[in-house]
């Protein structure tokens, strides 16, 4: 895997027909170009290959002569469109046996749920001379780890959670102790209610710093600040960042809601939790997508109580929203908002309720264009807030900004209680 100097180069290879033809997303490549960084791996190429055998082998073979690690998610089912190790084996010259050891653990899966294996699952139980299998605690393909003439191929299901697992607790570990170049360490830093510009000059000093780069970010979920830093190992890595972590730290304060892996409505939950407070949410264009998002989180039970998806103008004023201001207003307007998060915090006997209506599109409705959307949070001390809120990107899209901004308007709400009492 190289020289004590020489940088370790990688490539990923996606495979499966679906994924060429646009069926489904590759998640995984993204996934695990992500991780590389931080190992001291270079990647140089990315392919996506659908279940052909002879494009199969070209691209494996592509990547054996140019790459020291290959490493390639998906073709590892029982069908006979599922011919990653037939590939390999083409390659490498080697002949595939079935492996005693995992012939059984494969039999016991079955057995083990009530039902035989079916025969053509024994090609999972394959090895060939220069792999040996990774175990898939998730599901019944077991990865194979092949190593011969100084490279490496790591193969992986590609189905996504199986394959984050086998990385997490097997591919990553080995390839780090094996790492003998510099590492990529970083950290992110998420911020809400500031725009990209602004949060681009707030940081600009720390540019210059060296051995750091700080790149700014626009996510669904506000903007998010990167600093990397590259050393030879992690803990020199870690020595260069939490200066300028801590100095951003001090210049974004109460904008920054959290980091690395944390989500927003993980954020949202924590916020609830310390405040012992309870929330539930009354949904029109967004169809319960609020709620949906909201109990992603483990626990969301503990702050969470329900939710009313109101499609139906009758059922909004069913559900206590005073008809006569929707008959003043319109359905899609910031009062009907207002009314919609005091009406369930009302009905379902909540600390604070969240009101979400608007036109999610793509045709107008009460002469509102595609787009509009008003969210209101209504809480135990006066008057309900409200962020109106135009952005015609499409329906989808529309929807996931309107829980995007729900989330921040309930943020702002809390932590401006915390900050009156």
Partial sequence: MGGETARVKAEIIAIGTEILLGEIVDTNSAYI?????????????????GDNMGRIKDTFQRAWDRSDI???????????????????????????????????????????????????????????????ALPNPRGTAPGWWVERDGRVIV????????????????????????????????RTIKTLGIGEGTVDEMARPLYSTPGIGIG??????????????????????????????????????????????????????????DRKTTLSTMESCTGGLMAS????????????RGGIVTYW??????????????????????????AMAAAVRARLGTDYGCGITGVAGPDPQEGKAP????????????????ISMSMNSGRAAVKRRAVTTAMLLLRRTLLEAATVR
């Fill in 33 to 49: 170009a992500q991780q590389l960084p931080e190992l001291g791996i270079d990647l140089y190429f990315k392919s996506v290959v």
């Fill in 70 to 132: 290959i490493i390639c998610t998906g073709g590892l089912g029982p069908t006979d469109d599922d011919m990653t190790r037939e590939g390999i084996a083409a390659i490498l010259g080697e002949k595939p046996e079935v492996d005693p050891e995992l012939e059984t653990r494969l039999r016991y899966f079955f057995e083990s749920r009530g039902y035989p294996m079916p025969e053509s699952n024994i090609k999972q139980a394959w090895l060939i001379p220069s792999s040996r």
């Fill in 155 to 186: 193969c992986m299901p590609g189905v996504p959670p199986e394959m984050e697992t086998m990385w997490t607790e097997q591919v990553r570990p080995e390839l780090e102790r094996r790492s003998d170049g510099e590492v990529l360490v970083t």
């Fill in 216 to 273: 700014t970010y626009a996510r669904a979920d506000g903007v998010h600040l990167r600093i990397g830093a590259k050393a030879a190992t992690r803990e020199e890595a870690w020595h260069r960042i939490i200066p300028v972590e801590q100095e951003l730290d001090r210049i974004f304060g109460a904008a920054i809601w959290g980091k690395d892996e944390d989500t927003l409505e993980g954020h949202i939950r924590a916020l609830f939790d």
């Fill in 293 to 304: 998002t909201l109990t992603d989180v483990s626990g969301a039970a503990e702050y969470f």
């Fill in 313 to 338: 103008t009758d059922l909004k004023i069913d559900s206590g929203v005073p008809a006569e201001v929707i008959e003043e207003f319109g359905v899609i307007s910031p009062e009907t908002a207002k």
């Fill in 371 to 386: 787009g509009t959307v008003h969210v209101a949070v209504a809480g135990p001390d006066g008057e309900p807030s409200v």
